[in-house]
T-cell receptor, first 114, second 116 residues
Framework: GENVEQHPSTLSVQEGDSAVIKCTYS??????FPWYKQELGKRPQLIID?????GEKKDQRIAVTLNKTAKHFSLHITETQPEDSAVYFC?????????????FGPGTRLSVLP | DSGVTQTPKHLITATGQRVTLRCSPR?????VYWYQQSLDQGLQFLIQ???????AKGNILERFSAQQFPDLHSELNLSSLELGDSALYFC???????????????FGPGTRLTVL
């Protein structure tokens, strides 16, 4: 089955710097890659996603890139702010007749230092 | 607010007991997923239901079971509870539309279970 690895497990950056989180997946059939942000004790919230037919997607300070050949995708956050501090999860997903099957990475704890 | 609701928010019980967690998906979503998140851990997929039928199973213990009802709400039943079952339990929902390949998944607020 699908396996998703995520690095680094923890990341500390200075406010205003950029942060990059990388994920790799194993199943070439995966076709949808969402990223979730989870603040302490709260629900994971979808912040950006990318489909397998797209190489890059950007939404303000957040961007995601996908390399299908290498089976990896990355989250880029520019001009980081203290409110970006959270745990970030990547996921790889395969379409089935009954919706998507999601496999999550283990998470990255991002700390943005003021 | 994602539109996915879960009850109760908090549940405190004793070892050996049985509890039921409830989830109502977003309006129109046919798929419900259950996840377990232990303290400072990742999201462990438990089980998925689609339109009342079980469609995918993860690392769900035999002591745990779930079902999805005709109105699409779902319940996760946890029995013979152990201390290690203390965790946040999230429900998520997603829609599978005819002809739609990609389906976003939205999480509920979670139920925090504490087993004493």
């Amino acid at each position: 089955g699908e396996n998703v690895e995520q690095h680094p497990s923890t990341l500390s950056v200075q406010e205003g710097d950029s942060a990059v989180i990388k994920c790799t997946y194993s199943d070439s059939a995966s076709n949808y890659f969402p990223w979730y942000k989870q603040e302490l004790g709260k629900r994971p919230q979808l912040i950006i996603d990318i489909r397998s037919n797209v190489g890059e997607k950007k939404d303000q300070r957040i961007a995601v890139t996908l390399n299908k050949t290498a089976k990896h995708f990355s989250l880029h956050i520019t001009e980081t702010q203290p409110e970006d501090s959270a745990v970030y999860f990547c996921a790889a997903s395969i379409s089935t007749d009954y919706g998507q099957n999601f496999v999550f990475g283990p998470g990255t704890r991002l700390s943005v230092l003021p | 607010d994602s539109g996915v609701t879960q009850t109760p928010k908090h549940l405190i019980t004793a070892t050996g007991q049985r509890v039921t967690l409830r989830c109502s998906p977003r309006s129109g979503d046919l798929s419900v997923y259950w996840y377990q998140q232990s303290l400072d851990q990742g999201l462990q997929f438990l089980i998925q239901y689609y339109n009342g039928e079980e469609r995918a199973k993860g690392n769900i213990l035999e002591r745990f079971s779930a079902q999805q009802f005709p109105d699409l709400h779902s319940e996760l039943n946890l029995s013979s509870l152990e201390l290690g079952d203390s965790a946040l339990y999230f429900c998520a929902s997603s829609v599978k539309s005819a002809g739609e390949t990609y389906n976003e998944q939205f999480f509920g607020p979670g139920t925090r279970l504490t087993v004493l």
